[in-house]
């Protein structure tokens, strides 16, 4: 996936949230395969465990059985069919998390060659934040940024002021 590029932006707004919120003490257990940004996180001191590639729509065993104190999950959700599942199955009492946003002039992505690369989800802000709180989360900070790309065109034009990601710091609601 990152063979040629990395997404600069998008992980440098991401540690620097990830920063803000959890110390290097705790533990990440991140939704995901190992990959760049794991690494990222490993030499900034943050101690990470991936879940293995299961499908997490139908394998939560990993996530159950973590003693991680922090998830991450960082443009996972839009992957899955059930993201309400995984969310009710973390254990910890935070979470962050982040997803691309809908764009309003641009299909959902499909990859056309990794049936596992494609989003069933396109959120909008506010369909996330519900989407959380309904799984028993509350909202404590965050944030979205653009993603400019330096094409020609209307699309590349509009990517300058349209906010593409959006990540939130989240903790367990008491039951």
């Known amino acids: 996936m990152y063979e040629k590029t990395f997404p600069n932006k998008r992980f440098k707004h991401t540690l620097q949230f990830l920063e803000k919120h959890i110390k290097n003490s705790e533990t990440i257990l991140d939704l995901g395969v190992e990959n760049p940004f794991s690494d990222i996180m490993k030499q900034r001191g943050f101690k990470v465990e991936n879940t293995k590639g299961e499908d997490l729509d139908m394998d939560t065993s990993t996530i159950e059985n973590s003693n991680a104190s922090v998830v991450t999950a960082f443009e996972i959700f839009e992957h899955l069919l059930s993201p309400f599942t995984v969310l009710q199955s973390i254990k910890t009492n935070k979470l962050v998390a982040s997803v691309p946003l809908k764009l309003w002039f641009s299909s959902a992505y499909r990859s056309k060659t990794d049936m596992l690369d494609r989003h069933y989800h396109e959120f909008e802000d506010w369909q996330f934040d519900w989407l959380l ?32 990601y959006y990540i939130v710091y989240a903790e367990r609601i008491s039951k």
């Open 133 to 164: 709180e309904k799984a028993g989360w509350k909202i404590i900070d965050r944030q979205k940024w653009t993603n400019p790309t330096k094409k020609i065109g209307i699309r590349p034009i509009l990517r300058w002021f349209t906010p593409r």
